[in-house]
């Protein structure tokens, strides 16, 4: 059996910061409203110009630059979002364009739960030994559904994308148990409901379907079912107990919800990682950006074992038990005990040298190949031929 260590993790959010104070000139609202309600101080808003794909590429970047690999490494790409660029192609094949990337690629679709999916997913095809570098990302550019008048939906939802490689170890370490749930029956709590049901009519953008329409009361109380419950029953699967957690990171859709569920589950709130004040709901994308800015915060250590669990539109929900790294064991001992991802990552760096030095080799024989063509045009003239 191949585990999935996560070797990498990054995150990319526009610049521009929109805050509940910047709401309250936009819909009848309140600073003092948002951030009781929903924990929100402010929100990141991508402007024109900045797509999924482009804050994907941001995070793959640097989740790639901190594996030492390179885009050409990847065996295969993952995108969870509900915000693609377009409806057709994929923006997992744009994604894996940008980034320079020789792999497949495709999109899953599972609302905030999504990244949740798209890593368990991604520990399949490593458990099956089918690919061994696999990107995970979350991305969202949400905020170009969202209506601007509904303060029930505007006030919550921002953008960003975060992003993981895991990659094939023997070690038992990366997703150790999971649970993945839906209940379809709850679809018409959250929604856009423009689509192939509903076309973009006249009368359908009339009705605002292009935007998310939110039963919020009804999404809280799911959530507030779910999300411990979830959680519990995937500790139980891996054979751990609550008390063997270090840290859980839930979906960032709103810290009552987080606050509720980390009681529920008897873990104090110092083993919960919450960012929503900074980011708002980020959809697809909350799990991966918190979970990276936790590594880079020192809130995961090596080793640590760590609770994801997301919620969503569908409505899905999904949880898993992650270990995070566990050092490979090393090449060799003694002087030579370098770690074996010292050695890839210096394998890498000479990959790309070598790369980069024969596509300079290849540029500096273009005046080469001018020249023996303008030689061969100039003998074809003299024969009055054309050149081969
Ligand atoms: O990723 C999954 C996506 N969605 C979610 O996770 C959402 C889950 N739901 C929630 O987080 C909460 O239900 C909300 C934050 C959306 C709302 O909080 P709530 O405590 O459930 O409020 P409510 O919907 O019960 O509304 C209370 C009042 C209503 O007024 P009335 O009917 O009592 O007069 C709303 O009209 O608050 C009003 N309200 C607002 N007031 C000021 C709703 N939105 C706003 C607002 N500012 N932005």
């Not at 910047?22 to 409203?33: A, C, I």
């Not at 630059?65 to 509900?82: F, H, M, R």
């Not at 999916?117 to 095809?125: I, R």
């Not at 979970?291 to 919620?311: P, S, W």
Request: proline share 4%; with cysteine.
């Amino acid at each position: 059996m191949l585990y999935g260590r996560i070797v990498g993790w990054g995150k990319a959010v526009p610049d521009n910061i929109l805050t509940n104070f910047d709401l309250e000139k936009l819909v009848d609202t309140s600073d003092e409203w948002i951030f009781t309600r929903s924990g929100i101080r402010e929100r990141r808003i991508a402007p024109e110009g900045v797509n999924t794909s482009t804050l994907s590429v941001e995070a793959s970047q640097a989740a790639l630059e901190k594996a030492g690999l390179i885009a050409a490494d990847l065996d295969l790409i993952i995108v969870a979002t509900s915000s693609p660029d377009h409806l057709l192609p994929a923006v997992s094949s744009e994604i894996q364009y940008q980034l320079g990337a020789n792999c497949g690629a495709f999109t899953l679709v599972a609302g905030c739960t999504g990244f949740a999916y798209a890593l368990v997913t991604a520990q399949q095809f490593i458990a099956t030994g089918a690919y061994r570098t696999i990107l995970v990302i979350g991305a969202e550019v949400i905020s170009r559904n969202i209506d601007w008048t509904d303060r029930n939906t505007c006030v919550l939802f921002g953008d960003g994308a975060g992003a993981v490689i895991v990659q094939a170890c023997e070690e038992p370490t990366g997703v150790l148990s999971f649970e993945l749930g839906s209940d379809g029956e709850g679809a018409p709590h959250l929604m856009i409901p423009l689509g192939i049901a509903n076309p973009p009519t006249r009368e359908a953008l009339d009705k605002k379907y292009q935007y998310i329409h939110m039963n919020g009361r009804e999404v809280f109380k799911f959530a507030t079912r779910t999300l411990a419950r979830s959680a519990a029953e995937t500790i139980g699967r891996s054979g751990l107990s609550i008390h063997d957690i270090d840290l859980m990171i839930p979906h960032q859709a709103n810290a009552r919800i987080i606050e509720l569920a980390a009681r529920q589950l008897g873990l104090p709130m110092e083993k919960v990682f919450v960012n929503i004040d900074k980011y708002g709901n980020t959809s697809a994308a909350s799990i991966p950006i918190a979970l990276t800015e936790a590594i880079e915060e020192g809130r995961v250590k090596e080793g640590d074992k760590l609770v994801l669990v997301g919620f969503g539109a569908g409505l899905t929900w999904a949880s898993a038990v992650v270990q995070f790294g566990l050092a490979e064991k090393p090449v060799a001992t003694g002087w030579l005990a370098t770690p074996t991802r010292t050695v890839k990552a210096a394998q890498n760096k000479i990959g790309v040298a070598a790369r980069t030095a024969g596509m300079r080799a290849s540029l500096m024989l273009v005046p080469l190949y001018t020249r023996v063509s303008r030689k061969q045009r100039k003998e074809a003239n003299s024969n009055n031929q054309q050149p081969k």
